[in-house]
């Protein structure tokens, strides 16, 4: 990678710049233009976001290109603090009311530190063969643990012991020995796991561990648009009455 040196009449304040608006691997410096595609009122289911999602979630997995379409950004925020962090994770499960599903460890990672404090959720898919982003606000709730386990149930053996293992986020302290940076605690705990389950493939779900459902209530559909003039549509719940959920507004965003 060039270092980026800054022209001789820059500010005094100009620092040089390991990476200067970084356009591929192009050399010419002018990142690519959006032209695959536009988006109309027209074309968006009109009641509820869910059928669009799913309908824009089908096209990624047609495309050759997307090798994993259900890869999102998921953010979440701790209060007081109102520190961000954000992971990408799977999604797994998108449910008939619009609930979008992952699936983690809710016991020791950060996000649970997170969500302990703030419910509120945020998820990002980005599709960059189809020019295509999805963003996701709602709130956030713990799967049931049946639900939790039908899903458990569905992984493969050691991604079940993984779980039961790893003490997500902790930090894992070396062992003294040379060539050790930390995982050999992180393979004894491994080890440890799969000894209690030896011999029997049915590993019941942690308590830690499980579903997590964002129940959207902003979900916007951005589509690439030559000139960065995007098409921005947003979806976005009223509250509705006496606790009810309300219905769903659409509106067109400027880019």
């Known amino acids: 990678m060039a270092l980026y040196n800054p022209p001789a009449d820059a500010p005094l304040s100009s620092s ?3 990476i200067f608006a970084p356009a591929g ?15 109309c009122r027209t074309d968006l289911h009109a009641s509820s ?22 890869a999102c950004t998921l953010s ?13 994770v799977y999604l797994k499960e998108l449910d008939a009311r619009g609930g979008f599903v992952i699936y983690s460890n809710f016991g020791t990672s950060r996000k649970a530190a997170d969500l302990a404090s703030n419910p509120h959720a ?4 980005y599709w960059p063969a189809l020019q295509r ?5 709602g709130s956030a709730t713990r799967y049931a643990r049946e639900e939790s386990q039908a899903y458990f149930d569905t ?10 293992a790893s003490r997500q986020s902790q930090v894992l302290e070396p062992s003294g020995h040379d060539d050790d940076d930390g995982r050999a605690q992180l393979d004894a705990w491994v080890a440890e796991t799969e000894k209690r389950f030896e011999g029997t493939d049915e590993i019941p779900v942690p308590d830690f561990w499980g579903g997590l459902r964002i129940v959207p209530t902003r979900v916007e559909f951005w589509q690439g648009r030559e000139s960065r003039l995007h098409d921005r549509f947003v979806y976005e719940r009223d509250e509705g009455e006496h606790g009810n959920e309300g219905r769903w507004t659409v509106e067109r965003l400027s880019p």
């Open 16 to 18: 040089p710049k390991l």
């Open 76 to 88: 979440t925020a701790a209060l007081p603090s109102g520190r961000v962090s954000a992971r990408v």
């Open 133 to 137: 982003q999805v963003r996701v606000e």
């Open 49 to 70: 976001p869910t059928p669009q999602f799913h309908a824009w979630f089908a096209e990624a997995q047609a495309e050759p290109s997307i090798a994993q379409p259900e």
């Open 122 to 125: 945020a998820l990002v898919f």
């Open 25 to 39: 691997h192009e050399a010419h410096g002018q990142a690519a233009q959006f032209t695959r595609g536009s988006l």
């Open 155 to 164: 992984r493969v053996r050691g991604s079940r012991i993984g779980a039961w």
